[in-house]
């Protein structure tokens, strides 16, 4: 199950973490938001262990939205080492995010 991540949590979950991490900016009320939940949980379910998969709404947390600011939703982040190393917004297919994880595991 992807990490339910938060303003308080996002710097030692996603910041520090030693693997790649998958973030998934989402909202309640966000039609496309609820077509990409699906895939990111079965992902975060493919890659345990290997890299760390995580949603954080941005109604609830509104610091960590911000500070990368995330102006549309869904918007799809890549971490390693603390950076940014890739991006996605709007819908995704499985197979495009799973390939963005492939990159930074090698």
Not at 4 to 20: G, R, Y
Not at 39 to 66: H, M, T
Request: with cysteine; net charge negative.
């Amino acid at each position: 199950m992807a990490l339910e991540l938060t303003d308080a949590n996002f710097e030692e979950l996603v910041m520090k973490s030693d693997k790649p991490v998958l973030v998934d900016f989402w909202a309640e009320w966000c039609g496309p938001c609820r077509m990409v939940g699906p895939v990111v949980e079965e992902l975060s379910n493919e890659y345990a262990g290997k890299a760390v998969v995580g949603k954080v709404d941005v109604d609830s947390n509104p610091n960590v939205s911000a500070k990368f600011g995330i102006r549309n939703i869904p918007t799809l982040l890549v971490f390693k080492n603390g950076q940014i190393v890739d991006k996605h917004v709007g819908v995704a297919q499985k197979s495009q995010l799973a390939g963005k994880l492939d990159a930074q595991l090698s």
